[in-house]
T-cell receptor, first 116, second 112 residues
Framework: DAGITQSPRHKVTETGTPVTLRCHQT?????MYWYRQDPGHGLRLIHY???????DKGEVSDGYSVSRSKTEDFLLTLESATSSQTSVYFC???????????????FGEGSWLTVV | KNQVEQSPQSLIILEGKNCTLQ??????????LRWYKQDTGRGPVSLTI?????NTKSNGRYTATLDADTKQSSLHITASQLSDSASYIC???????????FGPGTRLSVLP
């Protein structure tokens, strides 16, 4: 298993409060991603990072921000949580951005977030 | 818009039986297609990776097929086990957009 740790694994928060999810990897992979998974939808990309302090938006980035101050850590922040952000969040890593068949996507175990 | 569709949405089979899951995609051109297994409460784990030139790829009791002309892939599970109960996700790599396009998954339940 790839060394990816997400924290917290479960969190319940109130609408309007800030929330930060952390992803920590020990694989020294350059690329890190945050996805959300909702029933009936495939995993959808929120933000990704291609290096320290280098990040870019995905298809569902509104309401989310990210930061990467070290190679091993990628933080996802919900500045003011809303009920529509109740979801399961997965961190993923790849060695590079290239999409060759040898570039495996490794996923963390997920963070369950409930906004009430 | 690049899409990946999977069928059936859910499937129940008895232990020891075989089953086939389907994946249809509109992503074009694509680089490769992957199948992932996701156990309940866990992250997805890679099962197979196929390039556009490969027709079949096996991983133990799992066999994936790919028809790039019809843009269809299937995942065949042989002699199912209780531990096969999981969601199976088809992922197609968008070559130009450099994106991973995920299907919604098929939920498989294997009963004793």
């Amino acid at each position: 298993d790839a060394g990816i740790t997400q924290s917290p694994r479960h969190k319940v928060t109130e609408t309007g409060t800030p929330v930060t999810l952390r992803c920590h990897q020990t694989e020294n992979h350059r690329y890190m991603y945050w996805y959300r998974q909702d029933p009936g939808h495939g995993l959808r990309l929120i933000h990704y990072s291609y290096g320290v302090k280098d990040t870019d938006k995905g298809e569902v980035s509104d309401g989310y921000s990210v930061s990467r101050s070290k190679t091993e850590d990628f933080l996802l922040t919900l500045e003011s949580a809303t009920s529509s952000q109740t979801s399961v969040y997965f961190c993923a890593i790849t060695r590079d951005r290239g999409f060759s068949s040898g570039n495996t996507i490794y996923f963390g175990e997920g963070s369950w977030l409930t906004v009430v | 818009k690049n899409q990946v569709e999977q069928s059936p949405q859910s499937l129940i089979i008895l232990e020891g039986k075989n089953c086939t899951l389907q994946c249809n995609y509109t992503v074009s051109p694509f680089s490769n297609l992957r199948w992932y297994k996701q156990d309940t409460g866990r992250g997805p784990v890679s099962l197979t990776i196929m390039t556009f030139s490969e027709n079949t790829k096996s991983n133990g009791r799992y066999t994936a097929t790919l028809d790039a002309d019809t843009k269809q892939s299937s995942l065949h599970i042989t002699a199912s086990q209780l531990s096969d109960s999981a969601s199976y996700i088809c992922v197609v790599i968008d070559l130009y957009g450099q994106n991973f396009v995920f299907g919604p998954g098929t939920r498989l339940s294997v009963l004793p």
